[in-house]
Antibody
Framework: EVQLLESGGGLVQPGESLRLSCAAS????????MAWVRQAPGKGLEWVSA????????YYADSLKGQFTISRDNSKNTLSLQMNSLRVEDTAIYYC???????????????WGQGTVVTVSS | QSVLTQPPSVSGAPGQRVTISCTGN?????????VHWYQQLPGTAPKLLIY???NRPSGVPDRFSGSKSGTSASLAIAGLQAEDEATYYC???????????FGGGTKLTVL
């Protein structure tokens, strides 16, 4: 079964860090770009970051450059998102998503995880 | 304010046909980048409905169809069913932002 399983969410204070992970199974992980998409409470979807198949090429939403770092471990079929200097407005459900091809920016996302909740609050 | 503009809500009676628009500009849809559509039921992750503007993944009923023209794209849902009640999002690539962008979402109500 094709599956993405996120973990690592939780409650943190403003300024703290958090690392999200996404375990992929059921497909050839190295063939597809991957991405993170978030959804703030009661709001729409927001593309956060994407990474190419090898991990060499990474992309970020303008507002998040320098704050988040995306990475992947193709030997472990795992995608990660390191989030630093978290702000209240980063509170959201964070979804891991599989691209339909080699681009995590141009292509659609056909497989989504169940999401992990990140809450930033003092 | 989303880069891609969708109507906040649409509605239709069972059996009817509805369309949801997604309007962009010359940096995204107008630059001939593909549009993808998602359905999100309350409390669940989004589901890909249409990819590359007009293609359906396996398992998606042919009641759902997508099209693109100029700086806009549309999702059409024929033969509305109660289970179609959800929020629908469009997605494309924006060259000025150099990233993927989503529409603000359209809530479909089946009357």
């Amino acid at each position: 079964e094709v599956q993405l399983l996120e973990s690592g969410g939780g409650l943190v204070q403003p300024g703290e860090s958090l690392r999200l992970s996404c375990a992929a199974s059921g497909f050839t992980f190295t063939t597809y770009a991957m991405a993170w998409v978030r959804q703030a409470p009661g709001k729409g979807l927001e593309w956060v970051s994407a990474i190419g198949t090898s991990g060499k090429h990474t992309y970020y939403a303008d507002s998040l450059k320098g704050q988040f770092t995306i990475s992947r471990d193709n030997s472990k079929n795992t995608l990660s998102l390191q989030m630093n200097s978290l702000r209240v407005e980063d509170t959201a459900i964070y979804y891991c998503a599989k691209s339909t091809g080699g681009s995590g920016r141009l292509r659609g996302f056909d497989i989504w995880g169940q999401g992990t909740v990140v809450t930033v609050s003092s | 304010q989303s880069v891609l503009t969708q109507p906040p809500s649409v509605s239709g009676a069972p059996g009817q046909r509805v369309t949801i628009s997604c309007t962009g500009n010359s940096s995204n849809i107008g630059a001939d980048y593909d549009v993808h559509w998602y359905q999100q039921l309350p409390g669940t992750a989004p589901k890909l409905l249409i990819y590359d503007s007009a293609n359906r993944p396996s398992g998606v009923p042919d009641r759902f169809s997508g099209s693109k023209s100029g700086t806009s794209a549309s999702l059409a849902i024929a033969g509305l069913q109660a289970e179609d009640e959800a929020t629908y999002y469009c997605q494309s690539f924006d060259s000025s932002l150099s990233g993927a962008v989503f529409g603000g979402g359209t809530k479909l109500t089946v009357l």
